[in-house]
């Protein structure tokens, strides 16, 4: 009998596991939408996604949002892409030049960095442990500007005004 309930219990966990499509699918550029078309879009894809960004309220109105940068880049085999939302988009940077990142989350700015080929340096050196808990708060130099490294500074979860 107690054969009976794992076998039960084996069998639900195939049928469980066989539910749900995760193969890899083509990112579509959805970079320069607006959030409520970049997820449709991604849904018809069958691709899943994670909107970063939105303001100290989220997001509320989705069409009053632009998807600023995805992650993974456009053409490459993903099951789910990282959005980064803003009201409006600043200009795109040029090779060799940073990239805004004040604001986002410590772990997509350093994938943005990366992705540009930019070395980095986060302080508090040394304090930082979960990088997805930390969010960019000032960064050096300004974006734009021509750099080999930037440096950022960051504060657990969100930036705190000194009023």
Not at 8 to 21: F, R
Not at 141 to 146: I, L
């Amino acid at each position: 009998m107690r054969y009976g309930g794992l076998l039960c219990l084996g069998a639900l966990t195939l049928a469980l596991a066989g539910c749900g499509d995760v193969t890899a699918k083509r990112v579509p550029n959805v970079a320069g939408d607006r959030l409520d078309v970049a997820k449709e879009r991604l849904d018809d894809a069958g691709l899943g996604y994670e909107v970063i960004g939105g303001g100290a309220f989220g997001v509320v109105v989705e069409s009053h949002w632009q998807v600023c940068d995805q992650s993974p880049r456009p053409g490459r085999r993903a099951k789910s892409v990282d959005l980064v939302v803003a009201r409006a988009c600043p200009e795109e940077s040029r090779p060799g030049r940073v990239p805004a990142v004040e604001g986002l989350r410590l772990d997509v700015a350093e994938r943005v960095l990366g992705d540009r080929g930019l070395e980095y340096y986060v302080y508090p050196d040394g304090k930082v442990i979960i990088s997805a808990n930390w969010t960019v708060c000032d960064q050096y130099p300004s974006p734009g500007d021509p750099a080999a490294d930037v440096e950022l500074y960051v504060e657990h979860f969100s930036c705190e005004d000194d009023d």
